[in-house]
């Protein structure tokens, strides 16, 4: 994997399993709710991460640490820290729209543009709940960036999509447009900690409180002493590259993600066996519909690749 802003998809995004221990990342887990009702998002400096445990202040932050090396040899020489903060889903099945990470505040008050280096998912899911019948939603990364003013290129024709496991880690370009994608409203509730590392100055609105007040403010408990840095060798995954065309597989209507990958894999479900793929989609567009009653604003959507004639001008008509 070469660095961001190298040739899509081949090498802009990766994905690691057993990336920490799960002792770790069950702590994260027991936290995760508390975290994800703070805000805005948090900071830690380069110079914090690379000190190494006497510096970490929270549970979080010691991940920070523990994550760095397995992503050090992908980041540039000049890079300046890491933004945090946690995600959990309280409507279960229930995605996030496709949105590019950025410095919001820089954006809101005078326009520009900054994107972090890389974006990574740590998921804090179990591996009972990431083994039920029900997956939890997919992160779907883009062939997608924002060059002057809009998406380039409009529609996406490629895609890295992966699914949630214990202790996995997607890392991808952090300029790449993504979402997670809607799943069944019976799965377990989405957990997961996000981490963009960055070069320049940290994003707007991020501070680093001291480790008393996420106690006494926060009501999070003191932290952990001795955590393993993972019961096993991380392991970076071979990702399947595929390619799905309407005329092969869709037959003119939309197909589901899952059963387009199956096809153009041979059958293998990939959502059971590595739960990971990227592929390219040229006469289609990667697409959500309404997988229930139409008036139920929380029933959850169904990802398909549906031909370029059935994709709605408005997105209102789909």
């Known amino acids: 994997m070469r660095l961001p802003g190298a040739e899509w998809p081949e090498h802009s995004a990766a994905v690691c399993d057993q990336a920490l221990s799960d002792e770790l990342v069950r702590a ?27 510096e970490a202040r929270t549970l979080v932050e010691r991940a920070v640490q523990l ?38 505040l820089a954006m809101a008050t005078d326009g520009s543009l900054r994107h972090p280096l890389l974006s990574c998912v740590l998921y804090l899911n179990s591996e009972e709940e990431c083994g ?28 890295t999509v992966v699914w949630p496991r214990a202790r996995r880690l997607l890392v991808f370009d952090g300029a790449l447009s993504h ?6 409203a019976g799965g377990a509730t989405r957990r997961a900690l996000l ?8 994003p707007g609105g991020t501070g680093r409180p001291s480790a008393v007040a996420f106690q006494r403010e926060y009501g999070l408990p003191a932290l952990p002493t001795a955590l393993k840095p993972a019961d096993a060798a991380p392991r970076w995954l071979p990702i399947p590259r595929l390619s799905v065309r ?3 597989h869709c037959c ?51 990802a398909c690749l549906v031909p370029d004639d059935l994709v709605p001008d408005d997105e209102s008509e789909a």
Not at 70 to 83: K, M, T, V
Not at 140 to 149: F, I, M, P, Y
Not at 179 to 184: F, K, P, R, T, Y
Request: net charge negative.
């Open 179 to 184: 979402g997670v994608l809607d799943a069944c």
């Open 67 to 104: 994550l760095h090396p397995l992503l050090c040899h992908l980041l540039p020489a000049d890079w300046s820290g890491a933004e945090w903060w946690c995600q959990v889903y309280d409507v279960p099945g229930k995605g996030l729209p496709f949105h590019f990470d950025k410095d919001e």
């Open 246 to 248: 309407a005329g092969a």
């Open 252 to 302: 003119g209507e939309p197909l589901p993600l899952l059963d387009a990958l199956a096809a153009a894999s041979g059958g293998e479900r990939l959502a059971e066996a590595a739960g990971a793929a990227a592929f390219t989609h040229p006469d289609t567009v990667l697409w959500q519909l309404p997988g229930g009653d139409e008036d139920d604003e929380d029933a959850p959507a169904i």
């Open 28 to 54: 994260l887990a027991s936290q995760s709710d508390a975290l994800a009702a703070i805000g805005p998002n948090f900071w830690v400096a380069r110079e914090a991460v690379e000190a190494g445990e006497d």
């Open 132 to 159: 039920r019948d029900e997956p939890l939603g997919a992160t779907a990364v883009l062939e997608q960036r924002w060059v002057d003013g809009r998406s380039q290129p409009e529609p996406s024709r490629a895609a």
């Open 195 to 202: 981490v963009n590392w960055w070069g320049g100055d940290a």
